[in-house]
Each structure stands twice: as C-alpha cells, then as structure tokens.
C-alpha cells in the first residue's frame, strides 16, 4: 500500500505537471479534513468492538452499533460532496493561484474531488471496524488492493482516455466507491456470531458512546488543524506550484507514516482488551516491546531518507532540479514524521483507556503557537518553513506530552520508554547512516544506484535492530541454543 501511495507519483507529474499535481495535495488535505465530519465514530467503534467482540453479554450489540453509526455516516458523505462542489468556485478563483491550469479547469477538478472525497470518506468508518474485531489481515488486504487500482489504474487513464486532471479525479471517485462497498460487506460478514439478528438504529448506542466519540472529535479537529496548517497556508501564500512541489515531498514523508498504521490498527484494540480485562502486566511487556520495535522500523527508514533525502528523489524522479528543490524540506518533513510515529502507540494507550485530554490539550496549544510561526516561516522561507513547522510540533510532543501522559499511566516507565525503547536504536542507526554518507558520497541514477541504496538501507536496519534490547535479547537466545549440546 505503501509503495503505491509512492511509486506512480513521478508519472503522475510527468503527465499532469507539477501545477495539477498540486491540485492531488489540496485532495489530500480535504481528505484530512473531511475526516472532522467523522465526529468521532470510526475511533468509537474500534474501540467498542475490541471490548464487545470477547464479551458474551455485550455481542450482540455489536449489530445494533453499527447500524446506528452507518445511519449518520453515509448522509455525512453526501454532505461533503455537496459542501465542496460549492466550494470549487470560491476556492479556484479567490484561494489557489493556478498559472497553467485556467479557473475553470481548476474549479471543475475541485468539484470531482470531492465526489472523489466523500465516496471514499466511509472506507474510514468499516476499516476501523475490522481493526476493532483484529482483522489486520483483511483490512491490509482491502487496503493495498484499492491501492493498488489506484494507483496503477490511474495512469492507464491518463495515458490512454484523457491526460488530464478531471479523469484522474474520475477514477479517484470510482475506487473511492468500491473501496467503500467493499469494507462495508466485509465488516457485516465478519461481525461475530450472535450479532446477526436484525440490526436497528438505537440513539442509546449513541449516548453510551458520545463522551469518548466528543473527544476524538475535538482530538481529530485539532489534529487536522495542526496537520493541514502548512499546505493551507502555502496554497494561501505561495503559487500552486510550490504546493506541487510540497505535495511531492510529503508523499514521501507521508508514506513513512503510513507504514506505521498497520502497527497501530493491530495494537490499539490489542491495549483496549488487556486494559478492560485490567491485565497491566501483560500490557507493560506489550506496550515497551511494540515501541522498540516501531523504533527500529522508524530509526531505519528516516535515518536512510534524511541523510540521502537527495539521492532518494533523484533516483525516484529522475530530475535532478526536482531533487535539490525538494531534498531539504523532505529531510526536515522525514524528521518530523518519525516524532510523530514515536507518539502512536502511546497514543493508541492513551485510548484504550478512554483518556483523550491530553491529546486536545497538545494538539491546542501546537495550533495556537503554529499559526502565527507558520505564516512567517513560509511568508520567510517558503517550502522549507512549511516544513519545520512540522519538525518543531512533533518534537515538542515527544518532549513534553510524553512526561505528561506516564505521570498518568504507565508511572515508572517513562524512562524505558525513552532510554531502552526509542534512543538505542536511533543513535545506532544514526552513526551507520552517517558513517555510509561518508563513504557512499554520491549515487548515481542506474542498477548500481539503487543496489548501494538498498545495501544501505539493509545496514542501518541491522543497526537499530541490533541496538535495541528486545532484538539483543532474541539474538543471545538464538545463539545459546545453537551452542548448547543437544541430547
């Protein structure tokens, strides 16, 4: 999934061009913030159905749960289809500041996309069904397939009907339908047993879940606030073509953070079981081994994309005016997405047990101090502001939401957190990233390029790995055993 999100995106601009293809970001973003019309329903059901799904007394409900979500969330993507289409005019002629593209184009692509938004906006809401009832399997088959249509099926569009950005908003629209219908069954089929009697709305559903929905609601609106804050404002401030340039940087940097979600759609409704059944030993071992294994995966791949972000868009793209544009704000945006993908797991903890005030507190005062930062930053520095704003979020939450939240649970184990979980692998897979800068300089755009980068790639890996406790651990187990004499 994650590489579709990625790989097709070079092709993308080579037909479209980097103006249009700053129109996919503005998608992106709407996307993020259609996300506020959830009002806290997908993350509710996860959680409801991790603690019903193993309750005898509480599965039949199941049912009746989804029934009374489903009847506010297919009126709320009719909705966003409505609102955008409105919007388009405004937003082509009074916001964005297209040079090739005409008004009318732009407004008529911005129509379609939110076609394309709201047919896809649903998936949402099933998908984090089937991460509640652990169907990781399913959901990440479902999810690198319709990537997959996407993502390659756009480009015989393009190629072969109409090169455009209307016929790829089309096909966006298309799978975003199927890839909608699609979760829906699946989530009804696999429902457990018990929950098949015949599902009604029932507003107690609703009440009984609102607190917890109310603050994932306020979580979600501030996160997008904060997410969102440095395209809205380079599409505000700067021409569409830096948001173009932007968009391509981020699709990086995002598809980091992508690889993180399976993790946390496996482990959040993991957490919300052991903390209903109140098994806080079990949860402890859980909670520090997953997060030094995420740091494994997140100190590898940053490490190896900031310090050759250049080489990694040029070998991707094959421009290398693209690549020295685009290699600083992809280092800082890569930077910043590994703090925030430090912060998941304890967030995903942060849930399980119902707890959602810290989340609003952080991402609030990150928004209030983000704006006025923001504005300068890109009014100053264009593209690579934009990007810091990022990096300086994301390490204030490491740094201070992360104190904050073990003086609540977990008490005692901030220090593992951040001295045997996250720091090892990260300084290990920062002095190999480094040493290899300095012996591979340059890399070149062919099979021995790409060879060097894997190679690269595979040590720095090997490196964290190796830094961490829990792998050092497994390593002089394995060996113990291979030594021992056998009877």
């Known amino acids: 999934m994650v590489l579709m999100s990625v790989a097709f995106v070079p092709l993308y601009i080579r037909v479209l061009g980097m103006e249009a293809f700053g129109l996919v970001g503005l998608m992106l973003s709407i996307q993020a913030l259609s996300m506020l019309l959830d009002l806290g329903m997908g993350g509710a059901l996860n959680r409801e159905l991790a603690r019903r799904a193993h309750n005898t007394d509480m599965v039949g409900t199941i049912g009746d749960l989804v029934r009374t979500f489903e009847w ?5 993507a009719l909705a966003i289809a409505v609102a955008i289409w409105l919007a388009s005019g405004p937003l082509a002629n009074h916001w964005l500041h297209p040079v090739h593209l005409t008004r009318r184009e732009t407004a008529h692509a911005i129509a379609i996309m939110g076609l394309a938004v709201a047919l896809q906006w649903p998936s949402g809401f099933y998908s984090n069904g089937l991460s509640g009832l652990e169907r990781q399997p399913v959901l990440n088959l479902i999810n690198a397939g319709f990537a997959t249509l996407r993502g390659a099926g756009v480009l015989a569009v393009l190629y072969w009907v109409s090169p455009t950005i209307a016929a790829f908003m089309w096909w966006y629209a298309a799978m975003g339908a199927c890839q909608s ?10 429902l457990p047993s018990g929950t098949h009697k015949r599902p009604r709305f029932h507003p107690e559903e609703l009440r009984a879940t609102g607190r917890f929905a109310g603050g994932l609601v306020a979580i979600t609106a501030l996160s997008v606030a904060v997410t969102q804050l440095d395209r809205i404002v380079l599409s505000a401030m700067r021409p569409l073509v830096e948001l173009g340039y932007f968009s391509l940087a981020l699709s990086v940097a995002a598809g980091m953070g992508r690889m993180i979600q399976p993790m946390f759609n496996a482990l959040y409704p993991r957490y919300s079981r052991l903390v209903s059944l109140g098994e806080n030993k079990a949860l402890t071992h859980l909670y520090h081994l997953s997060n030094q294994y995420l740091g494994i995966v997140l100190a590898a791949i940053s490490v190896v994309l900031i310090v050759f972000s250049k080489d990694v868009i040029y070998l991707w793209t094959g421009d290398a005016a693209t690549a020295a544009k685009v290699a600083v704000p992809l280092s800082i945006l890569v930077a910043g997405t590994a703090l925030n993908g430090l912060m998941n797991l304890p967030y995903a903890l942060q849930l399980a047990h119902g707890w959602t005030r810290l989340a609003v507190g952080t991402n609030l005062v990150a928004l209030i101090l983000g704006i006025p930062f923001c504005i300068w930053a890109v009014g100053h520095y264009g593209i690579i502001g934009a990007a810091f704003l990022w990096l300086a979020i994301n390490l204030g939450f490491v740094v201070i939401a992360i104190p904050l939240m073990h003086r609540r649970f977990m008490r005692g184990e901030m220090g593992k957190w951040y001295l ?19 012996m591979v300089p340059i890399i070149s755009r062919n099979l021995q390029g790409i060879l060097q980068l894997i190679l690269i790639s595979g040590i720095t890996l090997s490196a964290a790995a190796l830094m961490s406790p829990s792998i050092r651990t497994w390593a002089k187990k394995q060996v113990t055993q291979a030594m021992s004499p056998k009877n």
């Open 72 to 76: 506010l969330i297919w009126p709320t």
């Open 181 to 190: 219908l699609v979760s829906a069954t699946v989530l009804w089929r696999l």
């Open 420 to 438: 045997q979980d996250i720091l090892p692998p990260f300084i290990g897979a920062t002095a190999v990233g480094m040493f290899m800068r300095w």
